[in-house]
């Protein structure tokens, strides 16, 4: 226990400079003196395969981190301890540090701390009151019903080329900033090993597998108990999104493929897989917000807390206006309820790049990196004894 505090002491004084990065090393030092966590989620795996955190490590253990809170709350040298070891703290700080460190446009970088739920509730009003003017200026907000009949509002080619180009440049952007983290790793990947271990990270990602907190119980949220909530919230939003993007999808290729023009029957495939998904973005980023205001203080960082709102905000409202659009389509509202759902939605894709959805671009990066290395001999053969 003297060899291991005078480890632990010594690491207080490492990496220094004051960085986000530097404190993110410092506790690593500490947690691989300590090994206490080592059974936890995969970053404290990854962790042992380094003695030493370069600003590529930190950044790939930062964005492996899924901030589930366990490890705070096992810790024995968290605070008040005077070596004051807060992992998803630190890592969280250093995530935010690589979403404006490898944003491009590099002009954009800055979005990531102003991002809040101010600024996206602006946009969205912003852009529906945009397409709310434009509407009334060709004819009427209040019209006689038109069945359902979008395009009699925007024609198809009109709305296909605005969301087209908002969508394919947030792909663009999230694209390049992924490059960019992953060139910065500080060791090279063996190809042949990450083509076999894309199934892997890929389970990993839509099972949200280390939302478990590692051992199968869940995270921490509000307190030291164990819960499963924050699991089953993201994992309603993200299938939630996906079941929109193929609604999307399916009718997408409905209009070109088959020739079938919108508006679709309530029972047709876009319409059920949109209402699925609907839902599930109405239930998800609902309990998420919720499990976000009560967590524990000392969980994350709570300078992202208005970034991580706003985008649950964007989702949410997303599929509250989607579904009343739905609901309201044949009826003298529509075209109003049309303005502010396409509001909402560019709203989304425009910040797409530049707020919370970036973590599951890096994420998954990172989860990839981990099944690669999994498949390496760790060299260091260190043990935890």
Sequence with gaps: MQQLDQLTRDAVALAGGGSAESEA???????????????????FPAMTRRLEFGIGDVHYLANLCHNCGACLHACQYAPPHEFAVNVPRAMAQVRVKTYEEFAWPAAFAGAY??????????????????????????GSLIREPLAGNFYAIFPHNLM???????????????????????????????????????????????TLKYLDGGHGDGCNDANDRFTLWRRRMHHFTFYGFMLCFAATSVATIYHYVFG????????????????????????????????????????GDPQQRPMDLGFIGL???TSLTGLALLAFRDTSA????????????????????YG??????????????????????????????
């Design 25 to 43: 090393a410092r506790q690593m030092q500490i947690c691989n003196a300590c090994r206490y966590c080592e059974s936890f989620c995969a970053v």
């Design 113 to 138: 701390r102003r991002n809040g739920l101010a600024v996206s509730t602006a946009v969205a009003l912003g852009l529906a009151l945009f397409l709310a003017m434009a509407i009334a200026m060709s």
């Design 160 to 206: 296909a080329a605005m969301f087209g180009a908002v969508f394919l440049f947030a792909v663009l952007a999230l694209g390049i900033g992924a490059t960019r983290f992953w060139r910065g790793q500080t060791a090279p990947v063996d190809r042949d090993l990450a083509k076999g271990s894309v199934a892997e990270a890929a389970r990993n990602v839509l």
């Design 260 to 299: 079938w023009h919108a508006p679709y029957d309530i029972v047709s495939l876009p319409v059920l897989l949109g209402t699925a998904g609907g839902v599930g973005l109405l239930i998800g980023p609902a309990g998420l917000f919720w499990l976000n205001i009560r967590r524990h203080p000392l969980h």
């Design 315 to 317: 989702l949410f409202f």
């Design 334 to 353: 529509m075209p109003l309820l049309l303005a502010l759902h396409l509001g909402v939605v560019l709203a989304l894709f425009a910040l797409l790049p």
């Design 356 to 385: 919370k959805f970036a973590h599951a671009v890096y994420r998954t990066a990172a989860l990839l990196k981990y099944a690669i290395e999994r498949r390496q001999p760790n060299r260091l053969q260190l043990s935890s004894d």
